[in-house]
Nanobody, 123 residues
Framework: VQLQASGGGLVQAGGSLRLSCAASGLTFSDFNMGWFRQAPGKEREFIVSINWSGRRTSDADFVKGRFSISRDNGKNTAYLEINGLKPEDTAVYYC?????????????????WGRGTQVTVSS
């Protein structure tokens, strides 16, 4: 299984980014997935997840509408759109997948993790 996160970069505060997570080696629609991030010196934190069909999502309290998750099962790709970027959003962003049969969404037992993509927000 390979998960390739991309789309990160350096962006000014207030800007937007769309991160992608391309998956291979698994049956994409068998998996729920989530996005996480880890800022320097901090623990990894959950941002938002989406179920296998794309019809249900679950997000962390801090999301407040700035983060939007989606997936395209035909392209084996999931997305995270971030609007109104803030310097505190600077982190490595990771995608992760868990088999939908292992837990009832929004619970996800994450089996596979991508390497992450760096997002840096300048003030």
């Amino acid at each position: 299984v390979q998960l390739q996160a991309s789309g990160g970069g350096l962006v000014q505060a207030g800007g937007s980014l769309r991160l992608s997570c391309a998956a291979s080696g698994l049956t994409f629609s068998d998996f729920n997935m989530g996005w996480f991030r880890q800022a320097p010196g901090k623990e990894r934190e959950f941002i938002v997840s989406i179920n296998w069909s794309g019809r249900r999502t679950s997000d962390a309290d801090f999301v407040k509408g700035r983060f939007s998750i989606s997936r395209d099962n035909g392209k084996n790709t999931a997305y995270l759109e971030i609007n109104g970027l803030k310097p505190e959003d600077t982190a490595v962003y990771y995608c992760a997948f868990g088999n939908r049969r292992a837990r009832l969404f929004p619970q996800i037992k994450y089996d596979y993790w991508g390497r992450g993509t760096q997002v840096t927000v300048s003030s």
